[in-house]
């Protein structure tokens, strides 16, 4: 066990949906050409002026409101002073001593089952920088403007997390809230949600933090732990050599693994801070924060607790259905059509076949080829006795390779499970005659040779005997 306690504190950057820029009309579609979505308020033109996007400014309140946070009526914008090349300005418009959203929280769920909160300390509006592009050029960079001015959210987590796993369940539940409040698309290889890890090391038992280093730009979970694990080890390594930790910026190698320096860690007073001029405070009222609380949606917490009350599901179960929205209302339309009684019978479909498909294939349920109307018609056929659930699943395949429906396809391959209560004594009568040995010692006493009559029935119904048809005829058979 380590005597060194790890301390994390996030800063995540979530990409808000909006059409428009924070502060001009330029689009924020991904995937234009390089610096064709780049107006000239995106780029510093001298005498043009900022004009707050009001989409941006629901959107946090929405997020607000949905982490229990104190949405503030009065926000200040504020110029925050640094030297990037893809940053036109020469300053970042953001928040500074005056953000839109104060003191949240959050609950994670932990390997235990135990649930933490972690504080969230603010998150505030600002515009997202240029990117510079070093690999398609020998000898120099370009400069892609077009993210310049697109709306930014950042989300900083007060340092509540003790390991990178409590960290990406952290990271992971806000990267699912964002997506149900229809504020962010959460996709982090183009950039929309991404993260900076704030990591220090202390003494178990030691009240004062250690000193820290941010690890920036991290878009991707796996990529987030190994980070965080790197840079654990590599200041613990420090500390018991007779070292000390530097405050400063690293990167995260994923080809190596490894964290490197950057920079020293800027301090606030580093950026000189001032509230920028050219834009008034935002000033918001309770009839706007109500009104935007009126649009959101069923959380995923209340919609995991319902799934908990309502359909008697596992608290795993219901945390996998809803871990995105779309995933939860695919698992809804199935129950919608199926019909109460069979929420187990549908999670675990949805959970298994389904999933297992859709991560086959690398796509999301949004485009899977089996509808949720279509997966509903499959599980009726295994409720009403039609299929075994193991025929099921050969049934599932082809749906989702031939674009058909279950009934055509048990009936186009004959697949309809045998319910004949005769018919199946006539194969037990003939499979206990062919096995005089085995019946001889399963009466002796070798219960476990049961097995071995079952798979010989299934074997020779090519799989479609009703299964409790056959357990219990062949318990009354073999006991003689």
């Known amino acids: 066990m380590s005597s060194f306690e790890t301390v994390i504190g996030l800063e995540i950057h979530a990409q808000l949906a ?31 002026l900022p004009v707050l996007n009001l989409e941006a400014v629901r959107m946090a ?26 940053l036109p300005k020469g300053y970042q418009i953001s928040q ?14 932990l390997e235990d089952g135990s649930v933490k909160t972690v504080g969230i300390t603010r998150a505030h509006l600002e515009e997202d920088a240029g990117k510079s592009l070093h690999e398609d050029f020998q000898g120099f960079s370009g400069i892609d403007l077009n993210r310049a001015g697109t709306p930014l959210l950042e989300i900083v987590s007060e340092p509540d997390m003790r390991s990178a796993k409590e960290a990406i369940a952290y990271l992971k539940k806000i990267h699912t809230l964002v997506r149900y409040l229809e504020i962010c698309d959460g996709n982090m290889q183009e950039g929309s949600f991404r993260c900076d890890a704030n990591v220090s090391v202390r003494p178990v038992g030691q009240e004062k933090f250690g000193t820290r280093c941010e690890i920036k730009n991290l878009n991707s979970f796996r990529f ?7 840079e654990v080890a590599r200041q613990i390594d ?13 990167l995260y190698d994923p080809d190596r693994g490894e964290t490197r320096a950057l920079r020293s860690k800027e301090e606030a007073n580093d950026y000189r801070y001032f509230p920028d001029p050219d834009l008034l405070p935002v000033a918001i009222d309770t009839a706007f924060i109500d009104a935007v609380r009126r649009t959101l949606p069923e959380l995923p917490d209340e919609k995991a607790a319902r799934y908990i009350e309502k359909f008697s599901l596992s608290a795993y179960d219901a945390g996998v259905l809803t871990a995105s929205r779309e995933m939860a209302d695919y698992y809804e339309a199935v129950l919608a059509a199926l019909g109460a009684g069979q929420e187990k019978l549908a999670a675990n479909w949805v959970m298994g076949e389904l999933s297992g498909a859709l991560n086959k294939d690398g796509i999301e349920v949004t485009a899977s080829r ?5 997966l509903a018609g499959l599980l009726k056929r295994i409720v009403d006795e039609t299929i075994s659930g193991k025929i099921a699943k050969e049934v599932f395949e082809s749906m989702w390779a031939e674009d058909k429906d279950a009934d055509a396809i048990i009936e186009s391959k004959g697949l309809k499970q045998i319910t004949d209560t005769g018919a199946i004594e006539k194969v037990i009568d003939e499979i206990m005659a062919a096995n005089p040995k085995q019946l001889a010692d399963y009466r002796s006493g070798k219960d476990k040779l049961f097995g071995f009559f079952v798979g010989q029935v299934m074997k020779v119904t090519g799989g479609k005997a009703n299964p409790a048809q056959v357990n219990d005829l062949l318990k009354r058979k073999l006991a003689g």
């Open 18 to 48: 909006t059409k428009t820029k924070i502060f001009s009309s330029a689009s924020t579609a991904f995937g234009a050409a390089p610096n064709s979505q780049a107006n000239l308020v995106d780029l510093g033109y001298p005498g043009v």
């Open 61 to 86: 309140t929405k997020f607000g409101l949905a982490i229990g946070a104190t949405v503030s009526q009065r926000s200040v914008f504020a110029r925050k002073n640094y030297f990037y090349p893809d």
């Open 370 to 374: 089996v509808d949720a109307g279509r």
């Open 224 to 230: 987030i732990e190994k980070a965080i694990n790197y």
């Open 96 to 109: 500074y001593e005056k953000p839109i959203v104060e003191k949240g929280r959050m609950d994670i769920l």
């Open 238 to 250: 420090i500390i018991e050599g007779g070292g000390t930790i530097r405050q400063e910026t690293r």
